[in-house]
Nanobody
Framework: VRLVESGGGLVQAGGSLRLSCTLS????????MGWYRQAPEKQREIVTL????????NYADSVKGRFTITRDNTKSTIYLQMNGLKPDDTAVYYC????????????WGQGTQVTVSS
């Protein structure tokens, strides 16, 4: 499984960005997909996850009401719509996918930089 992200960039506070992540390879065993982020000198943290079978989602409290994860199955792509961006959202954003069978493993994209200026 390979994940390729796009859509990062520089935006002013209050602005919006949309990140994309396209999956290739054998994705039949992927049970969840989502986004993590890592700010400078901080640990990587979860932003949002989506259950690929039921479509259920959850979000970090810090992004609830501002960020939305969606997917386009025809394109094997997930999106992260980010509205009302804040300087604290500045980070490298990583797309991720999780597999439970036949063996538990996770897959990561290369990361895309999001910078929010005040």
């Amino acid at each position: 499984v390979r994940l390729v992200e796009s859509g990062g960039g520089l935006v002013q506070a209050g602005g919006s960005l949309r990140l994309s992540c396209t999956l290739s390879g054998s994705t039949v065993n992927i049970v969840a997909m989502g986004w993590y982020r890592q700010a400078p000198e901080k640990q990587r943290e979860i932003v949002t996850l989506m259950n690929t079978h039921g479509g259920g989602t959850n979000y970090a409290d810090s992004v609830k009401g501002r960020f939305t994860i969606t997917r386009d199955n025809t394109k094997s792509t997930i999106y992260l719509q980010m509205n009302g961006l804040k300087p604290d959202d500045t980070a490298v954003y990583y797309c991720c996918a999780f597999q439970m069978t036949p063996n538990k493993r996770d897959y990561w994209g290369q990361g895309t930089q999001v910078t929010v200026s005040s």
